[in-house]
């Protein structure tokens, strides 16, 4: 794969857009100024803020960087432009279709990788920072890629890859889809610009056995930075009791880079700390670690209680407030969170989703029924337990309670074991919550499984099972696509049919295997001596087609010319003792005319020119 033009899903891949685009068009052009990036910059206040932080992250000049202008001549229009692609996936692509493709793991893990890099990079100084910082965030946007433009293929391939570990999830995607996350996103980050220095070593770094690079050099350099960062995302989101095998693992690798087991663990906290911040930032979820010489010693972090709840609990009165608080962590593991006023606890909502809301009626800005109304509204708020609460306590309190969909009421003056008692019918949603999610996600895996079957006799019903090339009813619809193409165009079509000579004589002396034999080398012979652009199918028995767009008759014989002779000077082994035949074919050509009526037409004259190739002797092309 060579560019993104020969992908047929190019226009579904990940791509930038608004401001990161608009930053992506003026520094491709050759008068392009700081200046301009800036002022484009300048209308994404988010974007701005980002970038600000990360001038100050990677600065080691005492002044911190306050505005745009100086974040952007800091960082300089190749850094901005990168930076502003991957900050404008992050925020496109949070969530997909791809059952099977966790969208926050993914954005959580690329994170913490770009900040590794960014990290190791200072150390060594291979690169400037902000350039590994991108290069670490979309090292593996090729994932992303297959996932937003294979959304049921590639969760079969993640559930195959989930269910063995041992397997190569770069030859799933290889053996599914016929192209893997490395290669793909490889030929992305070239699109937008990003430098051959960077992508040499991203082809390598997972599978460094292949790589060429010198011991000492650059690239060498970067591809175990790379594998390092890989590694330490890795570890970020492990489970806790993988945690200490990989720390360990981690520190023996980074001794080539002169970070001692002594210093390893200042320097993967401080790391830790900053994906901390950046995922705040930039709404990524992250995880709470210990310091990195207690996982070294095999502490882990206490489990969380499955059945504890995330509660918000929103009244006016401080007072009160703090009161049913203490009430709600007592003897009980739940994460309780305020809101004085009902558009506080309607922000919390939307940004932490919490189980359980407790909202006073007599909130200040939206009281408690509106806030439920407001909740209830949004496909999150439907899926939380809303109780609200008031002074008093009565028929009508329940009545409104009810009318605002509210799943109960509660007096202010309800004790902690009432408390309990309320948020017993919120803990059992959370359990049917988690086992419909369990059921969902085998279901996801079996359709994922099931849409992979499809495609698998999908390609197979389009296929010759012998030599691996499209079979006669794929070769007459994609022959029909391209008609209709060059119909609409007015460019030029040829074809060529072919059959090899005295294929029955072949069979008859040799016998069928060695017949098989004969067929797979001469498809492949001519997949290798085709012209770029040409299709080529087996349309029976010996016979094959070669489709040829956007080529003239005189092209398409000089083509047949080129194929018949590499066939000739090709000889084919055979047996154990590889003994040798030499084959040839003869060929019919012709090409679409203006009096050609349709499809069958076209193929028909080859037909007839290739009965004269063979009545004239055999081994040659004729054209019609």
């Known amino acids: 794969m060579n560019s993104l033009d020969q992908l047929n899903i190019s226009a579904q891949l990940p791509s930038p857009k608004g401001v990161a685009l608009a930053v992506l068009e003026i520094s491709r052009r050759d008068n392009a100024t700081l200046g301009e990036v800036a002022r484009v910059v300048q209308t994404d206040p988010a974007l701005s803020g980002r970038l600000i932080k990360l001038a100050n992250t990677g600065s080691h000049i005492p002044r911190p960087v306050v505005s745009v202008q100086e974040a952007v001549v800091r960082q300089g229009m190749t850094s901005v432009r990168q930076l502003a692609l991957g900050f404008s996936l992050l925020d496109q692509y949070r969530a997909g279709v791809c059952q099977g493709f966790d969208y926050q793991a993914f954005w959580s893990h690329s994170l913490l990788m770009g900040l590794a890099m960014q990290a190791l990079g200072a150390r060594v100084r291979s690169a400037a920072t902000d350039e590994l910082f991108i290069c670490g965030l979309l090292a593996q946007v090729g994932q992303l890629a297959l996932a937003t433009a294979y959304p049921d293929e590639y969760s079969g391939v993640l559930a195959t890859y989930q269910a063995d570990r041992s397997q190569s999830l770069l030859e799933l995607e290889r053996a599914q889809l016929e192209t893997?996350?490395?290669?793909?996103?490889?030929?992305?980050m070239a699109d937008w610009g990003l430098p051959k220095v960077f992508t040499e070593p991203l082809a390598h770094y997972e599978d460094s056995q292949h790589a060429n690079f010198a011991h000492d050099s650059r690239a060498s350099?970067?591809?175990?930075?790379?594998?390092?960062?890989?590694?330490?995302?890795?570890?970020?989101l492990a489970s806790a009791h993988a945690r200490p095998q990989l720390a360990k693992a981690w520190i023996i690798q980074a001794e080539a880079l002169d970070i001692t087991p002594e210093t390893a663990g200042g320097f993967i906290d401080k790391v830790v700390a900053s994906w901390r911040e950046w995922g705040e930032l930039l709404k990524v979820p992250t995880a709470s670690l210990p310091p990195f010489e207690a996982i070294c010693q095999g502490q882990t972090e206490a489990q969380e209680d499955p059945l504890s709840l995330r509660i918000v609990m929103a009244d006016g009165n401080a007072l009160s407030r703090r009161k049913t608080m203490a009430l709600l962590v007592e003897d009980s593991a739940h994460v309780v969170y305020p809101a004085d006023s009902g558009n506080a606890a309607l922000a919390l909502a939307m940004e932490i989703l919490p189980h359980v809301i407790i909202a006073h009626d007599k909130l200040p800005g939206l009281d408690g029924i509106e806030l439920c109304h407001a909740l209830r509204a949004t496909e999150e708020g439907r899926r939380m337990h809303i109780l609200l609460m008031g002074d008093e306590h009565g028929e009508d309190q329940l009545m409104r309670a009810n009318e605002a969909s509210a799943d109960g009421y509660v007096p202010s003056s309800i004790s902690a074991q009432g408390l309990r008692i309320r948020l017993f019918a919120a803990q059992r949603l959370l359990q049917l919550q988690n086992s419909w999610e369990k059921d969902r996600a085998q279901l996801r895996q079996i359709a994922a499984e099931l849409a992979v079957a499809n495609r698998r006799l999908a390609t197979a019903a389009l296929t010759d099972s012998l030599t691996g090339l499209s079979n006669r009813r794929s070769a007459m619809d994609q022959l029909q696509q391209i008609w209709s193409a060059t119909t609409r165009s007015g460019m030029s079509l040829s074809?060529?049919?072919?059959?090899?000579?005295?294929?029955?004589?072949?069979?008859?002396?040799?016998?069928?295997?060695?017949g098989d034999i004969v067929l797979r080398e001469t498809a492949e012979i001519l997949r290798m001596s085709a012209r770029r652009g040409a299709n080529i199918s087996r349309i029976g028995g010996e016979e094959f087609l070669v489709i040829c767009p956007n080529t003239d008759i005189k092209a398409a014989m000089q083509a047949a010319e080129r194929l018949r002779i590499a066939l000739e000077s090709n000889p084919i082994k055979i047996g154990r003792e590889e003994k040798t035949l030499t084959i040839t074919a003869s060929f019919g050509v012709s090409t679409k005319q203006t009096s050609t009526a349709d499809v069958d037409a076209l193929v028909n004259t080859a037909d007839l020119a290739l009965y004269a190739a063979k009545q004239a002797g055999r081994n040659r092309s004729c054209v019609r």
Not at 180 to 188: A, K, N, P, Q, W
Not at 495 to 514: E, R, W
């Open 495 to 514: 074809l060529i049919v072919l059959d090899i000579d005295h294929f029955k004589q072949i069979n008859d002396t040799y016998g069928h295997a060695v």
């Open 221 to 236: 350099s970067l591809m175990l930075i790379l594998r390092l960062s890989h590694q330490l995302a890795d570890y970020g």
């Open 180 to 188: 893997d996350h490395t290669e793909l996103g490889i030929v992305m």
